[in-house]
Nanobody
Framework: QVQLVESGGGLVQPGGSLRLSCVAS????????MGWYRQAPGKERELVAS???????KYADYVKGRFTISRDNAKNTVDLQMNNLKPEDTAVYYC????????????????WGQGTLVTVSS
């Protein structure tokens, strides 16, 4: 089956940078999309950035110009470069992936990572 593992979270000062990474592994035939979501205390999980295969990269308004999502299709990885971080960016960040399993017949999958905590504070 499929599993996602995130890394790169931690404590950073306002204005600093952090790079998150996610690796998808398992019986994957293809990945249709990968992306990043985040959830702050008391708030719902929200989309940060997504990278659909063959589609257009999408960013939430609050991260445009500061965050950059990138994918390596050959290795099934997705990174999130976070620049000019603000205290309101503090949240648990989750990796997401969807695609097809390497089964016969092919079956769809959706999977979430375990999350990595990003804290922006002085």
């Amino acid at each position: 089956q499929v599993q996602l593992v995130e890394s790169g979270g931690g404590l950073v000062q306002p204005g600093g940078s952090l790079r998150l990474s996610c690796v998808a592994s398992g019986n994957i035939f293809s990945i249709n999309a990968m992306g990043w979501y985040r959830q702050a205390p008391g708030k719902e999980r929200e989309l940060v950035a997504s990278s659909p295969s063959g589609g257009t990269t999408k960013y939430a308004d609050y991260v445009k110009g500061r965050f950059t999502i990138s994918r390596d299709n050959a290795k099934n990885t997705v990174d999130l470069q976070m620049n000019n971080l603000k205290p309101e960016d503090t949240a648990v960040y989750y990796c997401y992936a969807s695609g097809k399993l390497g089964t016969i017949p092919l079956r769809l999958f959706e999977r979430w990572g375990q999350g990595t905590l990003v804290t922006v504070s002085s």
